[in-house]
């Protein structure tokens, strides 16, 4: 009691010295503090029912005279030291034990700041700046002269390393380009920041960032952007929707809130109820980037909207001790788990634009239609106005399979083919960038992708250019990253298998060091999760790895077939639990330049299953180095197959025979631009598949015995967790 009644004394004497600083706060704001949702001096309040709370400071390092090494852990003390110290509810509310170590953390990293150093650094401005800000409003008497100068001199700084840093944001708002999770905490650093040290500009620019580009940045089925439009891994989505809380805690946001409540449905989509969390439908070389699988989103989540199923992800989490006050500060009792099931069957995933499957808990896979350089619907009309492209690079596949069997290791992934693409290597000498390219091109930009969602089944069909660029600002286009050669993919997914002929083909005559079919498989991240699986071929037309299978039923690709261990993030260099395969041309000849003529075409035909499934067969490229049509007809088990696709930027009308013969009672006609299922007569034993298809759209029509495959409905993630 004797230290709360000095508590509060010290912030009424605090409060009364900084009325100016208040008064500020009304200014960034745009209302008066009276009306005010919530003030930014406002400590957030813990909950003391959370089975938490008794130790919810136990990762600040009272007593201890050496800072914390790590950025991202002094982090997380930074912010548990003053909410310990100052917290009215603080279990240790004003141990000066817990100010001292304060005082340690920002010293080392507000030091760094003032001498110019770290300005910009994700990990532990945002919360150095906010520490500041609390401590200078309720206790500026405990900081001594020479801290605030050293203080206010690094946060100056900062603050002005971020707003200059990115003036398409912090000055025209634009979406394309944004960094989520890492803006996010820069611009709170900086509105924060220009609290303490009086800087009403760089303050208000943060905070109108936040509220109305940042907020904007959600996909429809509860993810969130990467770099530009992509859609966020699940830990750092963990990380945006730690500080879209943070925010609307702090700040009472209502555009932050919205965003924040639209998130619900992100891991139950994407995760696996036995643990994996599928990666291969995001951006490259950030796969399995840690252990955090969004289970701490998933419980703040499960407290904010009693979710259920949530929960069933983030419960591990409720009692986790470290530095995380959110498991705190939000907990609420008595929330019922629900186990998602293991066999979804096909739904339309909203990150992605396209299906996603899952079965039996062992098999899924994912189809991504979304555009990562032009957007996606939900801000369609807001990109095209301020003309701007992403400022990342394009995919380096557009399907992805997986395998999932009993824990190890953290995960239940049994192998995953996490890149299938075609490329050409641009440069000689040795690769140094593996998941985004440096010799070899394989990235796309200029994608016109479309995909088809059934019950049983889905589809995705794509044409798009190889681009050599990497990473940039968002710029009004890509044309800078340009090259002569173009990508064309389509694919069937279904309960059995992903099957799908890929081509490239050059536009212009080129001289290069050779083509090739390239193929990443992956069990995970040395030291991370996962396991190092082998990588066999059991006939030169196979591959095998872990319970994943693929297999060559055609190709062009008559070269050399060869493969290497890489890490899937490239994180760490001895990482070798994934394994590149290049299925290569015959022309490549020990980094020897080759000339390849205007209408170069190489095409393979790629076929993948879980360990005890069979392939397809018989499989046909039905119109081997046409330019107009891409054709590929296949059978499997009561299932024969042929899709469509129109190379072309130009309509084009189809017409062909699709020998069915007289086993499977119904065959219908499906459409990417179109909803209209359309049954197909049979005469003989051959249906005749016809019709005008758009630029670059696709059709695909079935012949089988399951009724869900002549349907045009499809089931949603809303569907499946309501």
Known sequence: MILRFAFASALSSATRRLSVSLALASLVFGFSAAVRAAAPYDLVPLNPASPNYAKVF????????????????????????????????????????????????????????????NLTDISFVCQASYAYMLMKHYRPDEISPARVATYEAGIAKTNAAVISGNTLLYDQGVLANLWLNGDIRLAMATYFGGLAVGDVTRATKARNAIDNVMSAAGLQDGGTHYVGFWNEVASYHDETVKFYVWWWKITGSPSIKAALDATRLYALVSNEPSGFTEQSSNIPYKHMYNNNH?????????????????????????TATSTELLNTILYQPSRITKTPSDNLGVLWDGN??????????????????????????????????????SMQCGKNTFVGAFTLGPIANKTSLKGAIDGVTVEFKQTAGTETDYMRGSKYRFLSQDERTSTITRKNFGTLATHYRVSKRTSSS??????????????????????????????????????????????????????????????????????????????VHGTTFTGATTSQRIGI?????????????????????????????????????LDFVRTGTGYATPVVNVMPNNTTYAVLQFTEGTRKVRIVQNLTNASRNYTGGFVVGSTYAQTTLHRSWSPTVT???????????????????????????????HTDAFRTSGDVFP
């Not at 001292?100 to 920002?106: C, E, K, M, Q, T």
């Not at 969004?294 to 409720?318: C, F, I, M, T, V």
């Not at 260099?573 to 980094?591: K, M, T």
């Open 474 to 551: 968002a710029t009004p286009n890509w044309d800078a990253g340009a090259t002569p050669w173009i990508g064309q993919q389509v694919w069937v997914l279904t309960g059995e298998r992903m099957i799908g002929l890929v081509q490239i083909v050059s536009d212009a005559a080129s001289q290069v060091y050779g083509l090739d079919a390239r193929l990443v498989f992956t069990g995970g991240r040395l030291s991370i999760m996962g396991s190092k699986l082998d990588l066999t071929q059991p006939d030169p037309s196979s591959f095998a790895f872990g319970e994943l299978r693929a297999k």
């Open 352 to 389: 992605i634009q396209g299906p996603r499957g899952r079965f039996n808990g062992t098999w899924g896979w994912v189809a991504n239609g979304r555009d990562v350089q032009n957007g996606g619907p939900e801000n369609s009309a807001l990109i095209a106005s301020q003309g701007y492209d």
């Open 58 to 117: 136990s990762g600040v390092k009272i007593n201890d005279p050496v800072p914390e090494p790590s950025i991202f852990k002094a982090g997380d003390e930074i912010l548990s030291a003053v909410y310990a110290y100052l917290s009215p509810n603080s279990p240790v509310v004003g141990n000066t034990a817990y100010r001292d170590r304060l005082f340690i953390l920002l010293d080392h990293r507000l030091g760094m700041t003032a001498a110019g150093n």
């Open 294 to 318: 969004n289970k701490p989103s998933s419980l703040w989540k499960a407290y904010l909207y009693d979710d259920g199923y949530n929960y069933y992800y983030g419960a591990s989490h409720e």
């Open 679 to 709: 049954p197909l007569a049979v005469v003989g034993s051959t249906a005749t598949v016809a019709d005008t298809m758009p630029a670059y759209g696709h059709m695909i029509a079935v012949n089988s015995n399951q009724p869900d495959d």
């Open 569 to 605: 993030s490239e994180a760490a260099s001895a990482d070798d639990y994934s394994a590149l395969v290049r299925i290569n041309d015959a022309a490549v000849n020990n980094d020897v330049a080759i000339d390849y003529p205007a209408g170069t075409r190489r095409w393979i035909v």
